[in-house]
């Protein structure tokens, strides 16, 4: 109600004394902010969804809160977006907070851990199981505040040249993953590598590595991977949630009006779920056009789920040993992460596994 | 931005002019509107998010735009909504739409079919899926548009007196279940009644029936059913999404500035995601609250999962065959739920059906 009063008053002010039109155009203040993002142009999902938030800002302020997308390198490269914010050089970020798990490891508890929770979960935890506050505590020491701003959901585990049949398959492997995943698959021996998308296909072709992991079949689709390997693995249990996020210069935030705080928030909430949705609806046919190029579809084996899940909670323990942002997360996050399995065991993962076992009737 | 030019030239206006302040004041109408619910306020988790959506509408704008809400009863009875607002009694309600089945069978789409979608997937149908345009042509019908507000989720089987161990346990049991998931269950023989939630404890008591249904952990825990009941069944197969709508009358919707639909849609978003975080976060406690009192959790024999698979795609296929409005519907449903699953079964299912099947690491 506070600015609708200031109005007013200014207008009656302006009746009284007289003063020029502008003065009253000028207020409340026109806010503009530059967002960069972790994204090629080419994806248009995670680009266009914030776009999407962008253009529900500017709806919800009658344009005068004004958010300007930029992608990847068109400001600062795709991985420094968090970097750019905590510099000033934007206002705010859409990116991967996983990104960013060798400057804070906690940073990755946004983003979603390796078997941990799944999109719905982790959406409950951060909203009402307290995630979200411990999460922002870690940005705050950066002078960042971070929003829940979309999930692609569980990835694929990537294309392959080679079947993996045995946990001895992965042992050399050298593939592109980035990440925490990386570090856990370290762990079974394989090489892991950071390299651009861009530069994957000719990687693959040329054999300087043998695998590569990127998004799910929507986006993989586009770097045309499937040609120059065999295999396309899943799950990819290195990301069961990716949940992106809007990372947000806290001093920027703090100079905000409250309905332009509310209308943000809203925008990325309301992405947190477009996001997801808009994936899903993509995702289906992109593989079933992968799968007619003759890519086949294979399921990693359990024993290599089995080493994978060993290696991935060892390594939580490790980091937790080291790093106390880390460690004040992680038991939480275990007792929610047990606690919700506990109650999606129950209901949600029994109907969900007796219809994918039925076919529809026709 | 058509807003603050308005303001802009109804100032210059009033320096000119010198007209009283009050011209300026009330200049963009304040709008009120009614909304109604179905949901006693003891359902903190549904009402709840209503009151959400309420304050998130009024701080988008500065409380310009008010949303009173009202609990069942309290304007009209709970399963009353859909008229209240198709008779201009109220603006809007928030209710499930499947109630109002027996008016148009093609309502239950809106809020999901037995055996259908998931919770994610009707959002993806939903929003990016064509969903939200086959179903908003049947609201119109009755000068009505809907938003998703909401998801309670896979629901709980209900409170039953003694044991289903077989198909023949339903027939001739006498069970609280409405809507279309009784009309089903009516196939297998059981006899549905519809019972208002606060008399289902003496039903039970007294044996007027044998068993009742209502949501999940949370909200049953409040209705005290288990201390007349000894078994708790999973899955409430009827309602693998129950999502929950605001229905709102076309003739009001029309006349809100463009400003005040986007605020209203987008907090109807907002908790489209945030409610369904907000069950998942107090049923896990509430499930193991409901097990401590000695009540047996059980699961729904396959063979009785297989029969009311059956008798549900048998009843939907007589619905369509009778209604132009569902059947309209039904085909690029089941295509949609057809091609979806089929994704789910790749990727999010493996993983789910994976970590759900381990103990987490001390």
Chains 1, 2 share one sequence.
């Not at 420094?80 to 705010?92: I, P």
């Not at 990372?247 to 309905?259: D, F, G, H, N, T």
């Amino acid at each position: 109600m506070k600015r609708r009063k200031f109005i007013t008053t200014a207008a009656t002010g302006l009746a009284a004394g007289g003063l020029a039109a502008p003065a009253i155009a000028q207020s409340p203040a026109t806010v503009k902010w530059r967002v960069t993002t972790s994204w090629p142009k080419s994806l248009d999902t995670l680009q266009g969804s914030v776009d999407d938030v962008a253009k529900r800002v500017a709806a919800l302020t009658e344009g005068k809160f004004e958010l300007r997308v930029f992608a990847a390198g068109e400001i600062v490269p795709g991985l420094q977006v968090l970097d750019a914010v905590q510099n000033g050089t934007v206002e705010a970020g859409h990116t991967l907070s996983a990104f960013y798990y060798g400057k804070r490891p906690a940073y990755a508890f946004d983003a979603g851990l390796a078997f941990g929770l799944n999109t719905r979960q982790q959406h409950a935890w951060l909203y009402y199981g307290g995630g979200l506050e411990l999460v922002r505590a870690v940005f705050k020491k950066d002078g960042l505040i971070n929003f829940p701003c979309g999930n692609v959901g569980v990835q694929m585990g990537g294309f392959y040249k080679k079947e993996i049949k045995t946990v001895d398959d992965l042992k050399g492997l050298k593939m592109r993953i980035g990440g925490l995943g990386g570090r856990i698959l370290t762990k079974l021996g394989t090489i892991a590598q950071q390299i651009a998308p861009g530069d994957l296909y000719p990687a693959l072709e040329r054999g300087t590595i043998d695998a590569a992991e990127f998004i799910g079949p929507y986006d993989d689709e586009k770097l045309g991977l499937h040609k120059v390997t065999k295999f396309y693995y899943t799950p990819g249990w290195w990301e069961g949630s990716a949940q992106d996020s809007m990372i947000v210069s806290l001093a920027a935030w703090e100079k905000l009006p409250q309905s332009f705080k509310d209308a943000f928030e809203v925008a990325c909430n309301e992405q947190a779920l477009l996001g997801v949705a808009k994936y899903d609806v993509v995702n289906p046919p992109a593989l079933k056009r992968l799968a007619a190029t003759g890519l086949q579809i294979k399921q990693f084996p359990r024993s290599v789920l089995d080493a994978a899940y060993k290696a991935s909670f060892e390594t939580f323990d490790e980091i937790a040993a080291s790093d106390e942002d880390f460690r004040k997360i992680y038991g939480p996050w275990k007792t929610f992460l047990e606690e919700s399995n506990t109650w999606f065991r129950v209901a949600e993962y029994v109907l969900d596994s007796y219809r994918l076992s039925q076919p529809i009737p026709k």
